[in-house]
Antibody, heavy 118, light 110 residues
Framework: EVQLVESGGGVVRPGGSLRLSCAAS????????MSWVRQTPGKGLEWVSD????????TYADSVKGRFTISRDNAKKSLYLQMDSLRAEDTALYHC???????????WGRGTLVTVSS | QSALTQPPSASGSPGQSVTISCTGT?????????VSWYQQHPGKAPKLIIY???KRPSGIPNRFSGSKSGNTASLTFSGLQAEDEADYYC??????????FGGGTKLTVL
């Protein structure tokens, strides 16, 4: 089955760190770029970060630049998001998404919940 | 990286036509033909329904259509159905491997 499954969410204190993972199956993982997109009830969807198929190019939203690091392991068909210096406003459901070469998200995971609270 | 502007809500009766707008800038919506739309039912992951402004993925009914004029993209429902009640988000490529989303529109079928 073609799917993405996120894990690694949880409750963390402000200033803390968390590492999210996304396991891909059912397709050739290294044929695609991948992104993280987060979702909050008040702000809807927000693109967070993108990584090229070979990890050569990574990009970040201004809101997370310098604090989050995206990476991938094509041998393990996995995507990661290292989140440091977490803030309350980072609280969200984090989805991983497959990026088509024509710049749209054609496959989404159900998300993993990150709560930043003291 | 400002969010695209969508109306927070829209509504229509079954069988009616409804259009949701998505306004950006020349750096995103107006600069690329890479606008996409996503449908999200409660508790579910977003689902792609329109890509490259006007194209529908396999399995998406032709009552969904997309268009763009200048910095504004639109999603039109031709003949609303009860199952169309959901949240809808637009997204645009914004250059340099970055993206921007709209704030979302909650569609109610009356």
């Amino acid at each position: 089955e073609v799917q993405l499954v996120e894990s690694g969410g949880g409750v963390v204190r402000p200033g803390g760190s968390l590492r999210l993972s996304c396991a891909a199956s059912g397709f050739t993982f290294d044929d695609y770029g991948m992104s993280w997109v987060r979702q909050t009830p008040g702000k809807g969807l927000e693109w967070v970060s993108d990584i090229q198929w070979n990890g050569g190019i990574t990009t970040y939203a201004d809101s997370v630049k310098g604090r989050f690091t995206i990476s991938r392991d094509n041998a393990k068909k996995s995507l990661y998001l290292q989140m440091d210096s977490l803030r309350a406003e980072d609280t969200a459901l984090y989805h991983c998404a497959r990026v088509d070469p024509y710049w749209y998200f054609d496959l989404w995971g159900r998300g993993t919940l990150v709560t930043v609270s003291s | 990286q400002s969010a695209l502007t969508q109306p927070p809500s829209a509504s229509g009766s079954p069988g009616q036509s409804v259009t949701i707008s998505c306004t950006g800038t020349s750096s995103d919506v107006g600069g690329y033909n890479y606008v996409s739309w996503y449908q999200q039912h409660p508790g579910k992951a977003p689902k792609l329904i329109i890509y490259e402004v006007t194209k529908r993925p396999s399995g998406i009914p032709n009552r969904f259509s997309g268009s763009k004029s200048g910095n504004t993209a639109s999603l039109t429902f031709s003949g609303l159905q009860a199952e169309d009640e959901a949240d809808y988000y637009c997204s645009s490529y914004a250059g340099s491997n970055s993206f921007v989303f709209g704030g979302g529109t909650k569609l109610t079928v009356l």
